[in-house]
């Protein structure tokens, strides 16, 4: 195991030297790693093309060490704990010895299938142990995972599966969740319709085996293709730098970008963040409640506790089913030690009342977690107090897709907390606060443009197929730094507290949907002229989705044509960019260059309409008053 920091003290020490000697510091942390080949050198960095290599030259598989490095010391611990979705049904383990005999066997089924190093795999898939076999299997022989989630729609699947140019979807038949069971592999079917011509083969689990439409030639069961297959893979040898794995996410402009994460730094930073903001400790359990499909779920459900030896929970279902309770439940009969989720999980579960907590024993947690968005102070209270009685240190960790790994937050019970506050950064994260005009913000209880001034192991190397776009997005905005769209407050104390998004991004429910990827959707609409969507606060997911539309003609019915435009955004991106509200508008506030006002949208669909500014200089000021008086709120 790494060093794990033993106090706030030890912290501070540790911190300064990460930053004095940034290359001698991750030099150790990596050398507790199995590498095929040691490093030349440690870091070799820009930040105006940019190119950021960590750990150059070394070579490494990082199932190797997620895998048989531990099966000598740890071969019959559990590695992977799934909790189906039916409550009643048993808990299903891996071992770490089983779990690399089945990787092995997933890994020679792709093989022979004519899979190897640098292809691209799509995945599709519920929460299930394969997703995270699937997963592993490729990083086994290098082909680069992209694992899309499971609520989106055909089109944005195919959208990603065309950018990454990826020769293989792995999916599951159907996937239950709650009452539910959704037939993932019709929207598979429905996806390879639109052109993805790089599709050679489809893998299909059976999962709940339903009816199901197997295409012959490019569909094939994974039962078939993997249970015959021997236990063992010799691992493909890896540069630091190879790609390890693209994942999309939204931005500000266009469609969404494919974050690609390397092999070294990756793997070296998400077992170093685990283990200290974790402070996991020999023989715990840890359960991280997030989906493998977005970035908590690679680095800290597969990857993190793997690398680290952990046992970690793979749930398979909604916290919701079959009642609120569903995660103290699980929490209680696991003996779950470190609970990790999301603050609109927590909104959400608060607002079911106390008793679904109360009725479980939950004295084996040890640290509770959040991830996602801001965790306001109710809800701060709610999980210290009720679900933690007090023992529990909250950890809120802030970071990004795009930062591979936690990059501020508490480490265990050794950092001060505050709530509603990330608190400080963790070793080696040297996080720095801008103005507009791109000048150092300096001292404490300032607020600023959050950036940071250093490379890190698990940085975004590029963004897949497009290194411009990369740098446009993150490295243009200030000179040699990373600029990472979010605001923060440095308080007296200098603790951070994340106060959101600066750019067009919304957070919804902890999931970052572009405002214009929502546009887009909604103008496919016919009867469509135009639209803005803005992001408004909402007391469960942190943000709801608010969006202002010109229709051309009169609308007959407007409940049955809001029900359309809802349609079309699930059809065009999925179920979580659903449009809150709707209104109707005979114009959109615009600046005489024809730019639309957004802060004035965003004051109007928060309630706010008493102080709008000047509206005279608009190129249409009485939209606004118009806009005002048919306000949905
Ligand atoms: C954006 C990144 C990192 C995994 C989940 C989201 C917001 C994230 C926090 C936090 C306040 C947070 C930021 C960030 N965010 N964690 N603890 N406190 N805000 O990953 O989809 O890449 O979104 O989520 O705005 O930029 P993501």
Request: proline fraction near 4%.
């Amino acid at each position: 195991m790494t060093q794990q920091i033993k106090s706030f003290d030890d912290y501070k020490a540790v911190y300064q030297k990460s930053v004095e000697d940034p290359e001698g510091f991750w030099a150790e942390q990596a050398s507790t790693f199995t590498w095929r080949k040691q490093w030349d050198k440690v870091l070799d960095w820009n930040f105006t093309e940019p190119n950021v290599n960590w750990f150059v030259g070394g070579k490494l598989n990082i199932t190797e060490n997620c895998l048989d490095r531990h099966l000598e010391t740890r071969g019959d611990q559990v590695a992977i704990l799934f909790e189906p979705n039916d409550a009643d049904a048993e808990n299903i383990t891996y071992t770490y010895k089983e779990l690399h005999a089945e990787v092995c066997k997933a890994a020679n089924a792709l093989k022979a299938n004519g899979i190897g190093k640098g292809d691209r795999v799509c995945f599709y898939m519920p929460m299930v142990p394969e997703l995270a076999i699937g997963v592993l299997a490729c990083a086994r022989i290098g082909a680069i995972h992209s694992v899309v989630f499971a609520g989106f729609s055909a089109q944005a699947l195919a959208d990603r599966i065309k950018d990454a140019t990826c020769k293989a979807v792995i999916c599951s038949d159907y996937n239950s969740r709650g009452t539910k069971n959704i037939p993932v592999k019709k929207v598979v079917d429905d996806a390879l319709s639109m052109d993805c011509d790089s599709i050679e083969m489809v893998l299909v689990h059976k999962n709940t085996g339903g009816e199901l439409n197997m295409v012959s030639g490019r569909d094939k069961w994974w039962h078939d293709e993997v249970d015959g297959q021997s236990t063992a893979c010799e691992a493909e040898e890896m540069d630091s730098e190879d790609m390890l794995f693209i994942l999309y996410t939204s931005g500000s402009t266009g469609k969404p970008k494919g974050v690609v994460h390397t092999c070294g730094g990756y793997m070296v930073y998400t077992k170093y963040s685990f283990e200290n903001v974790f402070q996991y400790q020999e023989g715990d359990i840890y359960w991280c409640t997030a989906d493998i499909g977005w970035i908590t779920g690679h680095s800290y459900i597969v990857y993190g506790p793997l690398l680290a030896g952990a046992t970690t929970v793979m749930f398979e279902g909604v916290p919701t089913y079959p009642d609120a309770g569903r995660f103290w439940q699980t929490c209680e009969k696991l003996k779950v030690n470190q609970f990790y989720t999301a603050p609109t999980a927590i909104r959400a579960l608060m607002a079911q009342g106390d008793q679904h907590v109360t009725k479980y024993d939950l004295s084996s947690l040890k640290v509770l977690g959040s991830v996602g968005e801001p965790i306001n102070e109710e809800a701060w209270e709610w999980y210290h107090e009720l679900v933690g009685k007090k023992n529990c240190p909250i950890v809120d960790t802030w970071w990004q897709t795009e930062t591979g790994g936690i990059m501020i937050g508490g480490l265990g019970e050794h950092s001060p907390m505050k709530p509603a506050h990330a608190g400080y950064p963790l070793p080696g994260i040297q996080p720095c606060l801008m103005d507009a005009d791109g000048k150092e913000l300096e001292g404490n209880d300032i607020e600023g443009l959050l950036c940071v001034k250093y490379p890190w192991p698990s940085m975004l190397r590029t963004t897949y197929g497009d290194h411009e776009r990369c740098r446009q997005t993150y490295f243009s905005a200030f000179e040699n730094l990373y600029f990472t769209g979010d605001g923060a407050r440095r308080d007296k104390d200098g603790m951070y507290r994340i106060i959101g998004r600066v750019d067009d991004v919304i957070n919804v429910s902890g999931h970052r949907m572009g405002t214009a990827e929502v546009e887009n959707a909604i103008n496919e609409h016919e009867l469509v002229v135009e639209s803005a969507v803005v992001g408004y606060p909402h007391d469960i997911k942190g943000q709801g989705i608010y969006a202002y539309v010109i229709v051309s003609g009169d609308i007959e019915d407007e409940d049955a044509f809001r029900k359309e435009l809802i349609q079309v955004v699930v059809k065009e991106i999925g179920p979580i960019a659903k449009p809150d509200k709707i209104q109707i508008v005979s114009g959109l506030p615009k600046t005489r260059s024809g730019k639309i006002m957004r802060r004035i949208l965003r004051k109007v669909a928060s309630g706010d309409t008493s102080n709008l500014g000047d509206t005279s200089t608009l190129l249409n000021p009485e939209v606004v008053d118009e806009i005002k008086d048919t306000a949905l709120v």
